[in-house]
C-alpha cells in the first residue's frame, strides 16, 4: 500500500517532460462517457473503489467508470509510461508523491480549477501537504490513509508483567524485561524495516525531519542524529532482526511486540486464529519531540490527456462524500480489508475495525506526519534507505550515514 509509495525505478530520471503538450481536446460535458481509473492496490482495494464508482454512475446515468487493477510492484512504470506518452486512463492512484512526479511532467490536471480546495478542510493537514506539489499545484488529493501501530502480544507482555511502552525510554526497558522473562523474540518491526519509512517515526519523534520547510536536506541535525542511534541501537543492543517478518506472522510465531501497518489488523484473528484474544494494539512510543507516526496512502488525481477532465474531476470530489465513503467502507468490511479513509472525522465514525483500534489508529493519525512532497525525493529514497542501513550494520557511523544521505538528496534535487 502507501508505503509501496518509496518505490524508485531508473525511468524516472530518464522520462522526458511533457510540459507544454497542446491540451488535449474535452468530449461534450451531457454526451455518454466511459472513464477508466487504474487504481494501484490489490484487486479487493479496485472492488471497494468500483462501488463508488457505481454510486457516481447511479447519481450520474451518462457517466460510467471502469476502475483497473495495478500491482504495486509496477504500478509506477505503468503510469510513469501513460504519462509520457500521454495516453492511457483518465483517473490515476498511486503513492501519496507520484502525482506530483507526473504533474511535473505535464500529465496531470491541477485540481485546485476543479474545486480541489473545498476538500482540503476534510483532508489530514499533513497528508494533504504530502500530495502537494513544492509551487502550490495539486494534481492529486489523499484517497485513502495508512499508518503504523504497536501490536503485542497480551499473554507475553503479561508473563513478563510488562505495560506496553509509551516512551523511547520504556521500549528498550520493556525488551530487557521481555528476554528475562523468556521470550526470544521481544520485538520486530515489519513496515519500514531497515527502510527509510521506519527511520521516518524516530526522525520525526525527535524533533528532526527530512527537509527544511523549502525543501533543503536537513539530515546535518542532533535530532536526525539521535534518532538514527536510537533506532541503530534497537537492531545491535536490542536484537530486533534485520529480516523482515510480517506482522501476523512474527506475532504467530512468539514476538512479543511488533511494527506494522494498518493493514493486518483486519486480518490477523482471521488468518491467526491461536491469536485470537492475544493480542492488542497501542500507538507507537513517543519520542522526545513527541508522538508523530509516518502516514501513507494513495493519491488520486486526473490525467491532462483524459477527454473528460471536469467529469473525472467531479469523481473524484465525490470520493470525499459520506455516501461514497460509507460505500468504501462498507465494501471494506465484506472483504476484511483495512480501509482508512481520507477524512480524519470518518476514522471511528462507520469505521471498517472494531472502536478500539479505530481509536488506536485516530490517535496515531492525530499526530502523524507524511512522506516529503519536495524534488528528487522519490528519486532519493532507495538510496536513503542503503545509507540508513549501513549504520544498523556497522558499515558507517551515524554522522557518515547521514551525510551521505543528505548529499543524495541534494543531488536529486537539483
Known amino acids: 500500500m502507501a508505503a509501496c509509495s518509496t518505490i524508485l525505478l531508473a525511468a524516472l530520471s530518464a522520462a522526458c517532460a511533457t510540459s507544454g503538450q497542446t491540451q488535449t481536446e474535452q468530449a461534450a460535458q451531457n454526451a455518454p462517457a466511459t472513464l477508466s481509473f487504474w487504481s494501484t492496490g490489490g484487486d479487493d482495494e479496485t472492488a471497494t473503489f468500483q462501488k463508488a464508482a457505481d454510486l457516481y454512475h447511479q447519481k450520474h446515468p451518462?457517466?460510467?467508470?471502469?476502475?483497473?487493477?495495478?500491482a504495486w510492484s509496477d504500478a509506477y512504470a505503468k503510469l510513469l509510461a501513460a504519462a509520457t506518452s500521454r495516453s492511457g486512463p483518465d483517473i490515476i492512484s498511486g503513492g501519496m508523491t507520484w502525482t506530483i512526479q507526473f504533474g511535473a511532467r505535464g500529465a496531470m490536471v491541477d485540481l485546485r480549477k476543479h474545486g480541489a480546495d473545498a476538500l482540503k478542510?476534510?483532508?489530514?493537514?499533513?497528508?494533504?501537504?504530502?500530495?502537494?506539489?513544492?509551487?502550490?499545484?495539486?494534481?492529486?488529493?489523499?484517497?485513502?490513509?495508512?499508518?503504523?501501530?504497536?501490536?503485542?502480544?497480551?499473554?507475553?507482555l503479561e508473563k513478563a508483567g510488562v505495560e506496553p511502552p509509551r516512551t523511547w525510554e520504556e521500549l528498550p526497558k520493556a525488551i530487557v524485561r521481555?528476554?528475562?522473562?523468556?521470550?526470544?523474540?521481544?520485538?520486530?518491526?515489519?513496515?519500514?524495516?531497515?527502510?527509510?519509512?521506519?527511520?521516518?517515526?524516530?526522525?520525526?519523534?525527535?524533533?528532526?525531519?527530512?527537509?527544511?520547510?523549502?525543501?533543503?536536506?536537513?539530515?546535518?541535525?542532533?535530532?536526525?542524529?539521535?534518532?538514527?542511534?536510537?533506532?541503530?541501537?534497537?537492531?545491535?543492543?536490542?536484537?530486533?532482526?534485520t529480516a523482515t517478518v510480517e506482522g501476523s506472522d512474527a506475532l504467530d510465531t512468539g514476538t512479543a511486540m511488533v511494527v506494522a501497518g494498518n493493514w493486518i489488523a483486519k486480518g490477523i484473528d482471521l488468518n491467526k486464529p491461536k491469536l485470537?484474544?492475544?493480542?492488542?494494539?497501542?500507538?507507537?512510543?513517543?519520542?522526545?519531540?513527541?508522538?508523530?507516526?509516518?502516514?501513507?496512502?494513495?493519491?488520486?488525481?486526473?490525467?491532462?490527456?483524459?477527454?473528460?477532465?471536469?467529469?473525472?474531476?467531479?469523481?473524484?470530489?465525490?470520493?470525499?462524500?459520506?455516501?461514497?465513503?460509507?460505500?468504501?467502507?462498507?465494501?471494506?468490511?465484506?472483504?476484511?480489508?483495512?480501509?482508512?479513509?481520507?477524512?480524519p472525522d470518518k476514522i471511528v465514525d462507520g469505521s471498517v475495525f472494531t472502536p478500539e483500534q479505530a481509536q488506536v489508529f485516530e490517535t496515531a493519525i492525530r499526530t502523524g506526519k507524511a512522506a516529503p512532497g519536495c524534488p528528487g525525493w522519490d528519486e532519493s529514497a532507495s538510496d536513503v534507505a542503503k545509507q540508513l542501513q549501513s549504520a544498523i550494520l556497522g558499515k558507517a557511523d551515524v554522522k557518515t550515514?547521514?551525510?551521505?544521505?543528505?548529499?543524495?538528496?541534494?543531488?536529486?534535487?537539483?
Open 62 to 70: 451518462n457517466v460510467t467508470i471502469k476502475v483497473q487493477t495495478l
Open 276 to 343: 485470537k484474544g492475544k493480542w492488542a494494539m497501542a500507538t507507537l512510543p513517543a519520542g522526545p519531540a513527541g508522538p508523530t507516526t509516518f502516514i501513507g496512502g494513495r493519491a488520486i488525481g486526473v490525467t491532462s490527456f483524459s477527454k473528460h477532465v471536469k467529469t473525472a474531476a467531479g469523481f473524484v470530489t465525490f470520493l470525499y462524500s459520506d455516501e461514497a465513503i460509507a460505500a468504501i467502507s462498507d465494501e471494506a468490511k465484506k472483504r476484511n480489508i483495512s480501509y482508512i479513509p481520507p477524512r
Open 121 to 156: 478542510a476534510q483532508a489530514l493537514p499533513a497528508q494533504w501537504e504530502s500530495a502537494v506539489s513544492p509551487d502550490g499545484s495539486v494534481f492529486g488529493v489523499p484517497l485513502d490513509m495508512s499508518t503504523m501501530t504497536l501490536y503485542y502480544r497480551t499473554d507475553l
Open 178 to 241: 521481555l528476554k528475562a522473562a523468556g521470550v526470544r523474540k521481544p520485538y520486530s518491526q515489519d513496515w519500514g524495516n531497515l527502510d527509510w519509512i521506519g527511520y521516518f517515526n524516530y526522525l520525526y519523534q525527535a524533533g528532526g525531519s527530512f527537509y527544511t520547510p523549502d525543501c533543503k536536506p536537513s539530515l546535518d541535525t542532533p535530532q536526525a542524529e539521535q534518532a538514527l542511534k536510537y533506532w541503530a541501537d534497537l537492531y545491535r543492543e536490542h536484537g530486533a532482526p
Open 401 to 414: 550515514a547521514l551525510a551521505e544521505a543528505a548529499e543524495v538528496m541534494e543531488r536529486n534535487a537539483r
